[in-house]
């Protein structure tokens, strides 16, 4: 059961951390990579408490479908999506947003468990955390440049 932390300072406000990791929209073009596509339960906008996304992507050169649930909301402090169905056992993503110094730290805690019991065991330790590691920090990456130019086009206006 893995469990992967990673923390971005962000020059920008909590707020617009908080919106842009809701995001669908948003949470598609950092995910061009593996062609992920909202294609039920909210597929634009800002997601809200108690609403589901199933998305569609191409992870590990599988297609793949994901449903997950916010869980919980504490804006703009805080939400949890959980998986509702999808290729893994379960998993539990916990998103904070901290006020620090004129910006936002911003923290995942994403934990999981692999199906197939010994044999996702080994997936994880082979692939797999690596894998979704490399995939969340480069979310996590647009966010940062997304709200640190939204950021830089509103200082010049």
Not at 1 to 11: F, K
Not at 100 to 108: I, P, Q, S
Request: overall charge negative; aromatic content about 8%.
């Amino acid at each position: 059961m893995p469990v992967i932390e990673m923390s971005l300072y962000i020059q920008a406000p909590v707020q617009l951390c908080f919106d842009l990791s809701r995001s669908i929209d948003i949470h598609m073009e950092s995910t061009s990579e593996t062609q992920e596509k909202a294609i039920a339960g909210r597929t634009s906008g800002l997601i809200e408490l108690n609403e589901t996304v199933t998305w569609e992507a191409v992870h590990l050169g599988v297609r793949q479908r994901l449903t997950v649930r916010i869980t919980e909301m504490e804006a703009p402090q805080r939400f949890v999506d959980e998986m509702v169905s999808g290729a893994f056992k379960r998993f539990t993503h916990v998103h904070e947003f901290v006020p620090y110094e004129n910006g936002t730290l911003m923290k995942d805690r994403f934990d999981y468990t692999s199906p197939l019991g010994v044999l996702g065991r080994l997936a994880d330790t082979l692939f797999l955390e690596k894998y979704m590691t490399r995939f969340l920090r480069q979310r996590n990456d647009y966010i940062k440049e997304t709200a640190e130019r939204q950021m830089a086009a509103n200082e010049h206006e």
